[in-house]
Structure formats: structure tokens, C-alpha cells
């Protein structure tokens, strides 16, 4: 069974960096798409960063710049890296496992919780 679980987030202050990171179990990681979705309080999720399995990122225009999603096929393991943090940045995040780049995910772990104070 395909499982996703998260680690990281928690209470950082604006202009910081924080890094999320996600470990696959259940399939064959090196051959999927992966991604993060980032759900902003009483607001929709959004995705915001993909990574196919040769390590090709694509980024939401709204982070690209301050956004970072790296993987590592060994481990199984892709992070999510921010820098600037900003309090828009505050919000649950999720990794995710997606067929294709900047298609819906499939696959959903649990939830980081990320608070950005100024």
C-alpha cells in the first residue's frame, strides 16, 4: 500500500528558512512524479512545486524563486525548501504523488502545519 509521511514544518519568523520533507513506501518512487500542495487558511489547496523522476522541477508561478523541491531516489525520500518565508507561506502543507508534472495528485500524505510569524 502506497504511503506518504511528512516531516518538518512548525513555527518559523518571516524572512527565515524552513524545509518539509516526505518518504515514500509502497511503490516503485524512482518512477514517479512527485509533488506539494500548499492550503493557505480558508482557502483552497494549491499546488505549488513538482518533480519528475529524473529531477525536473516545475514551480507555481506564485513561489517560483523562493521555492525548492529536490529528491533523493535512494532514500525515497523529496523536500520541499523555502526561503523568504513570508506569512502567506503560513498554511498546511501536503506531499504528494502525481502521474504526471502539474497534473491533480493522486496520492496525499498526512499534513505539515507550517505558522509564519512576523
Not at 22 to 33: K, L
Not at 97 to 109: K, P, V, Y
Request: aromatic letters at 12%.
Amino acid at each position: 500500500q502506497a504511503r506518504l509521511v511528512e516531516s518538518g514544518g512548525g513555527l518559523v519568523q518571516a524572512g527565515d528558512s524552513l524545509s518539509l520533507s516526505c518518504v515514500a513506501s509502497g511503490f516503485t518512487f524512482r518512477q514517479w512524479n512527485m509533488g506539494w500542495y500548499h492550503q493557505a487558511p480558508g482557502k483552497e489547496r494549491d499546488a505549488v512545486a513538482w518533480i519528475n523522476a529524473n529531477g525536473n522541477a516545475e514551480y507555481a508561478e506564485s513561489v517560483k524563486g523562493r521555492f525548492k523541491i529536490t529528491r533523493n531516489n535512494t532514500n525515497n525520500t523529496w523536500f520541499l525548501h523555502i526561503d523568504n518565508i513570508n506569512p502567506e507561506d503560513t498554511g498546511t502543507y501536503f506531499c504528494v504523488r502525481t502521474a504526471h508534472m502539474q497534473a491533480a495528485a493522486t496520492i496525499w500524505g498526512q499534513r505539515s502545519q507550517v505558522t509564519v510569524s512576523l
